[in-house]
C-alpha cells in the first residue's frame, strides 16, 4: 500500500551527494515528531560539517600565510641582530 503522498527532503552534502529522506504526509495531518526530529538532526548535521570543513580550510590557509610571514620576520630579525652584533663589535 502506497503512502497517500510523500515528501523528499533533499539534504546537500559537502561530498555533493543528495541523501533523501521520504515520510508520509496528508494535506490534513501533522509530521509525526520523531520524523521532524530526525530531518532537523540530519540537516543540522550536514550543515554542521561542511561549515567545520570551510573554518578547517580558512585555517589552514591562514597557517601558511603566517607560517610563510614569520620566516620573513624571522630572516630580517636575524639580519637586524647580526648588524646589532656587527654595531657592538665596533664599539
Same mark, same amino acid.
Given at each position: 500500500?502506497?503512502?497517500? #503522498?510523500?515528501?523528499?527532503?533533499? &539534504?546537500? *552534502? $559537502?561530498? !555533493?551527494?543528495?541523501?533523501?529522506?521520504? #515520510?508520509?504526509?496528508?494535506?490534513? &495531518?501533522? *509530521? $509525526?515528531? !520523531?520524523?521532524?526530529?530526525?530531518?532537523?538532526?540530519?540537516?543540522?548535521?550536514? &550543515?554542521?560539517? $561542511?561549515?567545520?570543513?570551510?573554518?578547517?580550510?580558512?585555517?589552514?590557509?591562514?597557517?601558511?600565510?603566517?607560517?610563510?610571514?614569520?620566516?620573513?620576520?624571522?630572516?630580517?630579525?636575524?639580519?637586524?641582530?647580526?648588524?646589532?652584533?656587527?654595531?657592538?663589535?665596533?664599539?
Amino acid at each position: 500500500m502506497a503512502p497517500e #503522498w510523500e515528501v523528499a527532503v533533499y &539534504l546537500r *552534502v $559537502s561530498t !555533493h551527494r543528495c541523501i533523501t529522506d521520504q #515520510w508520509s504526509l496528508h494535506a490534513g &495531518l501533522m *509530521v $509525526s515528531p !520523531h520524523m521532524l526530529m530526525y530531518a532537523l538532526f540530519l540537516g543540522l548535521f550536514c &550543515l554542521s560539517t $561542511s561549515v567545520i570543513r570551510v573554518v578547517s580550510r580558512k585555517k589552514n590557509k591562514q597557517k601558511i600565510i603566517n607560517r610563510e610571514i614569520g620566516e620573513k620576520m624571522n630572516e630580517n630579525g636575524n639580519a637586524i641582530k647580526r648588524n646589532k652584533d656587527k654595531r657592538n663589535e665596533k664599539q
